[in-house]
């Protein structure tokens, strides 16, 4: 069972580690549809997902969040990446499996994964 | 429809996040002796009138509407509902709101509870300027995680940096798993 007495001792691992985390302009916003089309059609994995591939590859200029409905609600689980200075990508119907590969194509390595986005999919962006 | 209880929770509360609360308190209660599971979803948010919340329950009820009504409360509802149970709303503005929804426990149309403790972490993950009550209970036995005890301990240390995500992941599921295997 864990106790919060094993939070305090993660608190004190952290208290010199506090701030690292740059939100300035080379940090990259991952965020997940979350309103009932999406957590409907399996937004919360997903979610998840990303939060524990960036938090196991320690990407640490990558905040992962939640948005409401867009208006595609047939696309979703919708998935939108803005990265500074570029136009945002948006991934259509993802899965916890397409998770690490837009993860370490993507977000590690700049090139989004085509095959994921919504012009993949034949719809109008 | 939602496939799980856990995801109704996951969409209802975000009504408590857009209602401006500041607390969130969410209970989970399975009561053998009585067949019956209580799901409590309690916020300090700005609340709603009572036409306003005849508007939530029913989306069909009115067509002059000044905003879009969503499925989120209906399918909440029609959940309870199949299951032999109900969903009720206590709402007082400036006071915050309280849904509560019953089901019939072994009830066969009940839907499974699901993976309430991943929308406990989603939650706060996404809402973590939030203060979030998880309750969980069983026969009279609980489990309570509190984020307003989380940040007491955590100081400066931030409630969603993935390293505490990751701890109440872990308090989250092994205390339940405790919960329930105690009989």
């Known amino acids: 069972m864990k106790s919060l007495a094993e939070l305090q001792a993660l608190r004190e691992q952290m208290k010199g580690r506090v701030g690292i985390r740059h939100d300035d302009d080379s940090s990259i916003r991952v965020v997940v549809g979350m309103a009932t089309c999406g957590i409907a059609a399996g937004a919360r994995p997903v979610l998840a997902a990303f939060t524990e591939e960036v938090a196991k590859r320690g990407l640490s200029n990558v ?4 948005t409401g409905c867009i208006g595609i609600c047939q696309y979703e689980p919708v998935v939108e990446v803005f990265e500074p200075g570029k136009e945002k990508v948006t991934y259509v119907k ?10 370490s194509q993507h977000l590690v390595n700049g090139t989004p994964v085509t095959e994921y986005t919504i012009g993949a999919s034949g719809a109008q962006g | 429809m939602m496939q799980e209880l856990s995801l109704n929770v996951l969409d209802v509360a975000e009504n408590s996040v857009r209602a401006g609360a500041s607390l969130v308190e969410i209970t989970v209660e399975e009561d ?3 067949d ?3 799901i409590v979803i309690r916020d300090n948010g700005k609340g709603m009138t009572p036409e306003q919340v005849q508007t ?13 009504v969503g499925l989120g409360v209906p399918f909440f509802r029609m959940a309870a509902q199949l299951s032999g149970g109900d969903l ?35 939650l706060v993950q996404c809402n973590p300027h939030i203060d979030w009550v998880y309750t969980r209970r069983k026969d009279g036995r609980e489990m309570v995680m509190d984020t307003r005890q989380f940040r007491e301990i955590l100081g400066e240390v ?24 105690n009989e």
Request: charged share 15%; no cysteine.
């Open chain 1, 63 to 66: 905040a992962v969040g939640q």
């Open chain 1, 94 to 103: 993802v899965t916890p499996g397409m998770v690490p590969a837009i993860v």
């Open chain 2, 88 to 122: 009720t709303i206590q709402s007082q503005p400036g006071e915050g709101t309280t849904v509560t929804a019953t089901f019939g426990l072994t009830n066969i149309d009940r839907m499974p509870l699901g993976d309430m403790n991943g929308t406990v972490s989603t």
């Open chain 2, 32 to 34: 053998t002796a009585a």
């Open chain 2, 158 to 181: 931030p409630l969603d940096s993935p390293e505490v995500l990751g701890f109440l992941g872990d308090y989250l599921r092994e205390n339940t798993a405790e919960l329930l295997a």
């Open chain 2, 36 to 38: 019956r599971l209580t």
């Open chain 2, 56 to 68: 939530v329950i029913d989306p069909f009820y009115t067509t002059r509407t000044t905003r879009k």
